[in-house]
């Protein structure tokens, strides 16, 4: 079945304490992003990447890194959280020619 | 910078009416889609529309795409209650034509009462 998973589907942590959100797809497609959502201000795009080891900003990167070391993986890193990157997180995946992007199921952050 | 506003933000309506969500965008882009999201899960797409006077229709739902004012609609004709949810249009902004760097309206919650 094609898919994006993401792991964990929910976490609670404390500020300062580094964590990572896994982000698989099994489509063999080129882009990948990662989105914050957060009430009102619908998704935003935090990173993309375009192929293995091309990564760029989207809008909202401040706090954030990422990694594409291969094609089907792209983890989301937090160094550092604070409590203002507690949001439900997506990460995304779709062909080269952009026909749509494939949602994961979202993981729900809580930084305490 | 790319601004992606929807209108309404929430709709009531009743089972068996018509009603068009209104997706506006501030900078040239012919690629723009559109998501449902049911409470609690993740996004599924609905349409894709690529090119100006692109129209496409699913059910009750049918999606039209006019470049030139910047402006998509999402069209419900005879809503039925499953129908409800968030729905989103998204606006590609970038220049790789892949849907890579996409931008969002703030989303029209649904809701379809009997």
């Known amino acids: 079945e094609a898919q994006v998973t993401q792991n964990p589907r929910y976490l609670i942590t404390v500020t300062g304490k580094k964590l990572t959100v896994t982000c698989s797809q099994n489509?063999?497609?080129?882009?990948m992003s990662w989105y914050r959502q957060d009430p009102g201000l619908g998704l935003r795009q935090i990173y993309y990447s375009m192929n293995v080891e091309v990564t760029d900003k989207g809008d909202v990167p401040e706090g954030y890194k990422v990694s594409r070391k291969e094609k089907r993986n792209f983890p989301l890193i937090l160094e550092s959280p604070s409590p203002n990157q507690t949001s439900l997180y997506f990460c995304a995946s779709t062909r080269q020619n952009g026909d749509t992007q494939y949602f994961g199921p979202g993981t729900r952050l809580t930084v305490l | 910078e790319l601004k992606v506003e929807q209108n309404p933000l929430f709709l009531s309506m009743q089972e068996g009416k018509n009603y068009t969500i209104y997706c506006n965008y501030s900078t040239t882009s012919d690629r723009l889609y559109w998501y449902r999201q049911d409470p609690g899960k993740s996004l599924e797409s609905l349409f894709v529309?690529?090119?100006?006077?692109a129209v496409k229709q699913e059910g009750r739902l049918m999606a039209s795409l006019d470049t030139k004012a910047r402006l998509s609609t999402l069209h419900i004709t005879a809503a039925v209650h499953d129908l409800s949810a968030t729905y989103f249009c998204?606006?590609?902004?970038?220049?790789?034509?892949?849907?890579?760097?996409?931008?969002f309206g703030t989303g029209t919650r649904l809701q379809v009462t009997l």
């Open positions: 998204a606006v590609d902004g970038g220049n790789t034509g892949t849907a890579s760097k996409l931008t």
């Open positions: 529309l690529l090119s100006n006077g």
């Open positions: 489509m063999n497609h080129e882009y």
